[in-house]
Antibody, heavy 117, light 107 residues
């Protein structure tokens, strides 16, 4: 069974870049069966898909964030990563990584990232 | 982007009640829809995929139906552990979009 774990700073300053990594265990990130995605949830609000990546490097981004988002994959470490640039307070959220075979079926526990000076 | 509109946004129900949540897509999405349950402080859990297929390990009191633009999640007999927020998600095309959520509370 897949397990995913997010890691990264819990506090980011405005205008800086948010960087998170998702480590996958229990399976290979190079599996052709999965895409790998990032989803976020502002406190008390709903879920927003940020983007997804295939092990080959093909990426899909939410147009609302596309100019600021980069998702990458490191098959040697069985990890994929999220970078979100020029953050503001509106980017404060719990960030989840998830596997996507039949929809998002396995999720990390989520990590709260607060944007504040 | 396809908009997913859930209703109601919240509901109060008692243990044993039959509960129905609906999700409407702004355009046809075949059956490319799933339903999630989220409890406070936890990641969402996939209940239903492909509109009506029960994810492994999910109790059979959960069921999904619909195709095209209109979808339904039904809980046949609400249990205490079912009080949570439910979201639909379309994966017909990118960007994948969630409904705004339905909070199921105890009456």
């Amino acid at each position: 069974q897949l397990q995913l774990q997010e890691s990264g700073p819990g506090l980011v300053k405005p205008s800086e870049t948010l960087s998170l990594t998702c480590t996958v265990s229990g399976g290979s990130i190079s599996s052709s069966s999965y895409y790998w995605g990032w989803i976020r949830q502002p406190p008390g609000k709903g879920l927003e898909w940020i983007g997804s990546i295939y092990y080959s490097g093909s990426t899909y981004y939410n147009p609302s964030l596309k100019s600021r988002v980069t998702i990458s994959v490191d098959t040697s470490k069985n990890q994929f990563s999220l970078k979100l640039s020029s953050v503001t307070a509106a980017d404060t959220a719990v960030y989840y990584c998830a596997s996507d075979s039949t929809l998002f079926d396995y999720w990390g526990q989520g990590t709260l990232v607060t944007v504040s000076s | 982007a396809i908009q997913m509109t859930q209703s109601p946004s919240s509901l109060s129900a008692s243990v044993g009640d039959r509960v129905t949540i609906t999700c409407r897509a702004s355009q046809g999405i075949r059956n490319d829809l799933g339903w999630y349950q989220q409890k406070p402080g936890k990641a969402p859990k996939l209940l239903i995929y492909a509109a009506s297929s029960l994810q492994s390990g999910v109790p059979s009191r959960f069921s999904g139906s619909g195709s095209g633009t209109d979808f339904t999640l039904t809980i046949s007999s609400l249990q205490p552990e079912d009080f949570a927020t439910y979201y639909c998600l379309q994966d017909y095309n990118y960007p994948q979009t969630f409904g705004q959520g339905t909070k199921v509370e105890i009456k």
